[in-house]
């Protein structure tokens, strides 16, 4: 596992490693610029001269150590001084001091900074301007900063997070460094792996200082993703013995009248990973092209009286996955309200679905207590909250926390940084994924995988983690094959396989 912690989260276990530890702010400042100076030498930048732009808080306070240790171990190396002296920090205050001690050229502001290089040029910038505490946007000589950083033609470095983003949130607050490279300290912040931020935050490289994992584990609010190589244990067993009933029989109730697409990619999704049957309900127009696109597939078409004969469907299903394609209306709300109601199993609410749960607020009460999966984007999402999308994007993590917390589900957010969140649970960010994903129906995709995952009795969380992260694997796969262009969801789904075959090895 690996933790994602936010600002006030990472703020946290600083102060418990100084009291668990005994040691200063001051003294953990001193190892954290050691080690950001060891990663900053493995990367082999052109040292010939270094500028370290510092602000007034503790991150100037890194950046004035990191010009000290680079100065004493050779490197010809100046600092830029931005903002109000009277603002810094003790910690940084001190740093100030001993950089002084060690003859490192220190200027006040831009302005000197001409006349000081005359006609070389600076070959490394290391930003040191906003560390984990900004929450404001930034303005006057700190925006100033920030362009100038930008405007050089050399390689930036930014010390723990690119300075004008938001550690918690991965806002931008009005701008920010556009780092090559993050080194950030004790653990990567979720918001360098959250858009907008992490466009700008280059290769990501963390300075371990000694901060007890231990902290973040016992936290139920710590983000956290899972190392490539965990996933392979949450796949569910194969055993030799088996047969088609052993992987379960997922429902999909799903397509209107002419719309089948939804339902086949989702269908197809499903025995891609691994489910031993699907059963499509579906309006009657829709089977001869589903048996045609999808043999393997039993299509029940929908009768004069849908929402009774779903009763016996629902009672055979190992899962049920509700919405692609369904539309909204009367008939629609009916079944929904039946399949609710009858489920023993876990129901996946995808699409319209979704739609229909935002709509018909009193059918809240009904999930309570059953394994309810939702698997909204940003759009969706802000319908079930009845608040803008822009809310949304402007704090995922605990938008779905809230969400899961509250009407007692399991949240699949879905966006380039996919968030699960569920009661009890700590917030999981998918890594896996590429633009190429970025089509109608990828998301009919994700509803199959976690379906045929859930039929197989793969545990409701576990599953939800393992498809956001098989979905990610294959559209990359996907990718490869046909370009970052050419992708449709139905290539994801054939890549669905490639993905396993890659976490079981």
Known sequence: ???????????????????????????????AALAITGHIEDLSPDMSLVCVVCGTGN??????????????????????????????????????EKAKESDVKLLSGLAPVD????????????????????????????????????????????????????????QILAKAVEADVTI??????CGLLLSPARKVCGDIRVARIGIDEAIFASDKETAFSIDEGEYKYLLPVRPEDSHKGTFGNVLLVAGSSGMAGAAYLSALAAYRTGAGLVTIFTPKENRVILQS????????PMGEYPDEEIKELVSKASVVCFGPGLGTAEPAEKLLRETLISAKCP???????????????????????????????????????????????????????????????????KDDRTIVAALGKKPYINLSGCAAMAKAGSGDVLSGIVSGLLAQNCPVWESTILATYI??????????????????????????????KKIER
């Open 1 to 31: 596992m690996r933790h994602l912690p936010n600002a006030n989260q990472m703020k946290e276990a600083d102060a418990e490693t100084i009291i668990s530890k005994g040691i200063t702010s001051l003294e953990l400042m001193e190892t």
């Open 59 to 96: 991150n100037g306070g890194d950046g004035l150590a990191i010009a000290r240790i680079l100065k004493e171990k050779g490197y010809n190396v100046f600092c830029v001084l931005i903002g109000d002296k009277h603002n810094r920090t003790p910690e940084t205050a001190a740093q100030l």
């Open 115 to 170: 006349s000081f290089i005359g006609e070389s040029e600076i070959s490394l910038v290391i930003d040191a301007l906003f560390g984990i505490g900004l929450s404001r946007e930034v303005t006057g000589e700190y925006a100033a900063a920030i362009d100038w950083i930008n405007s050089l033609k050399c390689p930036a470095i930014s010390v723990d997070v690119p300075s004008g983003i938001c550690a918690t949130t991965g």
């Open 184 to 189: 950030t300290v004790g653990a990567c912040k």
């Open 293 to 300: 696109l999808l043999p393997e597939a039993i299509i029940k």
């Open 347 to 413: 129901v996946v609410l995808d699409a319209d679905g979704i739609n229909l749960l935002a709509k018909r607020r009193w059918l809240l009460p009904i999930i309570k207590g059953k394994d309810i999966i939702i698997t909204p984007h940003i759009g969706e999402m802000a319908r079930l909250l009845q608040i803008d999308p822009k809310e949304i994007a402007r704090n995922r993590i605990e938008e779905a926390c809230d969400y899961a917390q509250s009407a007692g589900v399991t949240c699949i957010l």
């Open 471 to 500: 979905h990610g694997l294959a559209g990359e796969a996907a990718s490869e094959k046909y370009g970052e262009y050419s992708v449709l969801a139905r290539n994801i789904a054939d890549e669905v396989g490639t993905a396993i």
